[in-house]
């Protein structure tokens, strides 16, 4: 009796013996170092690494404590907050020739326009750093995403974080084919702190007295108040700020370091003040998210679908549920006030993820997706309001009868011959100045209407069938924007084919759609150029690469093949066999087509 009592009081004092002895036998001596796992560079991967003698470890409760702080603040915000696009033209400056050109499509024969100039940036991780990879791990271990496999990051990261060489082969190829348009090349790094020093981890070749370069980190760009959930290993938050970074040019072309341009490229290839930014949507993959994603999900959700998804619930929620296009895996090119516009328009997710140090570790917005679809929606919305604002003749926000058969009568306008100013691209651009757009095929400009129009089958369309059967008949007033929320909102195909049919009737030009009253005209003009537009046709030119063979199939493609506008090697090297061949065949290509050497480096 006395010896059970014995060992029930001192069972924890033999527990704790036998494990410090299975630790002597079988774990390792040094064990005050965390173990992890390479997030490796090249063509080698070691199964352990430690971390460098001299490295102190992060205090990374203390720091969770301020970022769960930041993720309660943000889950405060507004879900949704905007301007009205009336109010943000207001204060917008309207030049002489904007009139002429929305409404008529004309140019005055001595408007001269001095071309911009853009930024192409890269964000680039030093994933191969033991510095970082020791802090990585050290977040990694704590992350939702963990779940009981402190080494998920390692396995999740190897393949991400693999360098071939691409970064410097896009520079040089932005370099030889986009020289001209650029105001700067911008390079995105990690900061992280070495011996109590702050350092950026730039590529060994980078010359980084270059005056084409300029070198920033994360830490550099945030804005105040939404830095406590640093440091990230995550694109979807780093890329969330980027309008943030100052710079002389309105915008910049966001490119992945495994993108490369493949002929030559003048700034109208990105954007122009007659046709705005050129956007590239896909047309077979469409998302629309009604309800928003629960965590759950988006773990399951492949690749960068879930922040897609996310986005586009987002944009569903303030413009209307309709399938929309994924932005295709090519550069970008983003002007960088209409990006702050679109972020600060969902101020919840737009927070939330500015607090995700990984992906999938909850909602997270894709920029791309958000901000491509935002100026196209706004746009849409510009066109729409700028139609009622005319309908309502007398602006009392009541459709009166004579008005509703107006409107009865403009879906029912027959087509006359149209000219496109998507047609006459170039002759226009050559008309006031600035260089031709060459290296993509244009399908649609905002300058013609809205996109949802593009290719729009309205055969057979009555309005009549949108609207109550007495709509025209009753003779009390109707709200305009019960009115609008019906066939602008809910059933968005009776809006945009009224919208076609309106365009359609006219030669060129937008005049048709734009309100009599002299104020409001020129209102809607500001904030149908603020959002103007184009969008390009889809070209191949992405390629995944797994093996020797695929790089071969490619090598030998453009042996005779003049290269797409834009060309994306996206490695993703699982064989083991051919690995170093798969590596050296990539080189060679790469070397081939963009071999000489830029300012930017050594």
Request: with cysteine; aromatic share 12%.
């Amino acid at each position: 009796m006395l010896r059970r009592d014995s060992l029930s009081k001192y069972w924890f004092i033999v527990l704790i013996i036998f494990l410090v002895v299975v630790r002597i036998l079988v774990l390792p001596s040094d064990f005050s170092k965390p173990i992890i796992n390479i997030l490796a560079i090249g063509d080698t991967f070691p199964d352990i690494f430690q971390p460098p003698d001299d490295y102190i470890p992060i205090d990374v409760a203390r720091q969770d404590v301020f970022c769960r702080y930041q993720k309660k603040q943000a889950e405060k915000k507004a879900e949704i907050k905007w301007k009205t696009v009336e109010k943000i033209a207001k204060n917008m400056t309207e030049p002489d020739w904007w009139m002429n050109w929305i409404a008529h499509h004309q140019l005055d024969d001595d408007l001269k326009i001095h071309p911009s100039k853009v930024d192409i940036m890269y964000s680039w991780v030093n994933g191969s750093n033991p510095y970082f990879q020791a802090q990585a791990q050290q977040f990694a271990e704590v992350s939702v995403m963990a779940e009981g496999n402190p080494t998920w990051f390692t396995g999740h990261s190897r393949r991400r974080y693999q360098d071939h060489g691409e970064l410097k082969h896009s520079l040089r190829s932005c370099w030889k084919y986009g020289r001209k348009m650029v105001n700067k090349f911008i390079l995105v790094v990690n900061e992280i702190e070495i011996n109590g020093d702050d350092v950026k981890l730039v590529p060994e070749w980078i010359n980084r007295k270059s005056e084409w370069l300029k070198i920033t980190s994360v830490q550099e760009y945030f804005a105040p108040g939404t830095k406590a959930c640093f440091p990230f290993y995550n694109s979807v938050s780093i890329e969330a700020q980027l309008y943030n970074i100052p710079s002389k040019a309105d915008g910049f072309f966001y490119i992945s370091d495994d993108m490369m341009l493949g002929v030559p490229h003048t700034v109208s290839d990105m954007t122009s003040q007659l046709y705005g930014p050129s956007l590239s949507l896909e047309t077979e993959r469409l998302a629309d998210q009604v309800t928003p994603l629960k965590h759950t999900d988006i773990k399951k959700i492949q690749g960068a679908q879930g922040f897609v998804r996310t986005a586009s619930h987002l944009i569903n929620r303030r413009f209307g549920s309709r399938p929309r296009g994924y932005i295709s895996h090519v550069g970008r090119f983003i002007p960088r006030a209409l990006m702050r516009e679109a972020f600060d328009t969902f101020p919840q997710d737009r927070d939330l993820t500015y607090t995700m140090r990984f992906r999938k570790e909850g909602r997270q917005i894709d920029a791309w997706f958000l901000t491509h679809h935002y100026i196209i929606e706004r746009h849409r919305e510009a066109i729409m309001k700028s139609y009622f604002h005319k309908l309502d003749a007398n602006g009392d926000g009541r459709l009166s009868r004579a008005e509703r058969e107006t409107m009865i009568a403009d879906s029912k306008l027959p087509p006359a011959r149209r000219e496109y100013a998507r047609d006459l691209l170039n002759e226009n651009l050559q008309k006031v100045g600035l260089p031709e757009a060459n290296a993509y095929k244009i399908q649609w400009t905002s300058v013609d209407g809205p996109y949802s129009i593009f290719g729009l089958d309205c055969a057979g369309f009555k309005m009549t069938d949108c609207l109550s059967a007495d709509f025209a008949t009753t003779l009390e007033d109707v709200a305009v924007d019960s009115v609008y929320k019906k066939i602008v909102i809910e059933k968005y195909k009776c809006g945009d084919c009224l919208i076609q049919r309106l365009l359609r009737s006219t030669e060129r030009g937008l005049d048709v759609i734009l309100p009599r009253d002299k104020t409001l005209r020129h209102l809607m003009v500001r904030a149908l150029m603020r959002y103007n537009y184009n969008i390009r046709e889809p070209f191949e030119g992405y390629f995944q690469i797994y093996t020797a063979v695929d790089i071969e199939k490619i090598s030998q493609k453009y042996e005779t093949e003049t290269l797409p506008p834009q060309i994306c090697l996206n490695d993703d090297i699982k064989a083991k066999t051919d690995r170093e061949l798969t590596i050296g065949l990539m080189s060679d290509f790469m070397n081939k087509h963009f071999g000489d050497v830029t300012p930017m480096e050594k």
